[in-house]
């Protein structure tokens, strides 16, 4: 028999507490400018943190923080820079082209004036530039120094999300970015969410996993909708991440 949810108002703090029990508090420490967050979410598609954030630390450095020059970089230069991610061709294709158009909507690489905007517009701003979708845009607001009310939905957040009944099963990146928004308490600020990401992230690489999921150990298992009641790790019905 699969088991359902028996939330409060907002399901949201109850999928947190038990994975707070486990990984700890999770807390932003130092914050990027708006432009530089934008660089390295542009770059972290399809690939790992460590190797995302490589190859964003070797553009900085080779470029000195001037993403204006990099904007004019050629392409081949971008990519045996970035060629240890997914996609490097594409991502150097598209990089530039993302920062010169920044430049001609605004006169200047400056996205800190989105903070004097609301959470959606300031969203759909950055959105409507290439290659910018929700998640990019809510790493921006929300992981960079503007620390703003958006929910970053990766991967792995749109995955679980999923599989808990959060987010529509068949929904796309910004259904799932709808949904959960719309469930976040009114009382949990940018870094709440902030933590519920990173929380959520957590657990999809270590527990609710793409291939495999390990269920019976899975911290949410009394309260995931989706759990095998007989006890298998491996829920074949789920839908495809």
């Known amino acids: 028999m699969q088991r359902s949810f ?77 060629s240890p991610t997914t996609f490097p061709e594409a ?39 290439p290659a910018v979708g929700p998640k990019t845009a809510a790493c921006v607001l929300n992981f960079s120094r503007l620390n703003m009310r958006a929910l970053v939905v990766d991967t792995h957040v749109h995955r679980v999300t999923r599989r808990l009944g959060l987010s529509p099963a068949r929904g796309d990146v910004q259904a799932a970015y709808d949904s959960l928004m719309d469930q976040a308490p009114e009382a949990w600020l940018a870094e709440e969410l902030f933590e519920f990401h990173c929380l959520v992230k957590r657990l999809g690489q270590t527990f609710c996993t793409h291939a495999r999921p390990r269920c019976r150990a899975c ?22 991440a």
Not at 108 to 123: G, I, P, Q, S
Not at 225 to 239: E, M, N, Q
Request: proline share 8%; glycine share 6%; charged share 25%.
């Open 219 to 240: 911290p949410l298992k009394e309260i995931c909708p989706r759990i095998d009641a007989g006890g298998g790790d491996v829920l074949a019905f789920w839908p495809r």
């Open 91 to 129: 991502k150097a294709r598209q990089l530039p082209v993302l920062l010169r158009m920044l430049k001609h909507r605004r006169g200047t690489l400056d996205l800190d004036f989105l903070a004097r905007e609301t959470v959606d517009d300031a969203m759909a701003w950055l959105k409507a530039l």
């Open 6 to 82: 028996d939330f409060g108002a907002s399901p949201l703090p109850d999928v947190s507490r038990p994975l707070l029990a486990i990984y700890g508090p999770q807390r932003s420490v130092a914050r990027m400018d708006p432009v530089s967050q934008l660089v390295k979410s542009a770059i972290s598609g399809r690939a790992y943190d460590e190797v995302s954030w490589n190859a964003f630390f070797r553009l900085r450095a080779h470029y000195n923080a001037d993403w204006e020059a990099m904007s004019l970089a050629p392409g081949p230069a971008l990519e045996a820079i970035l």
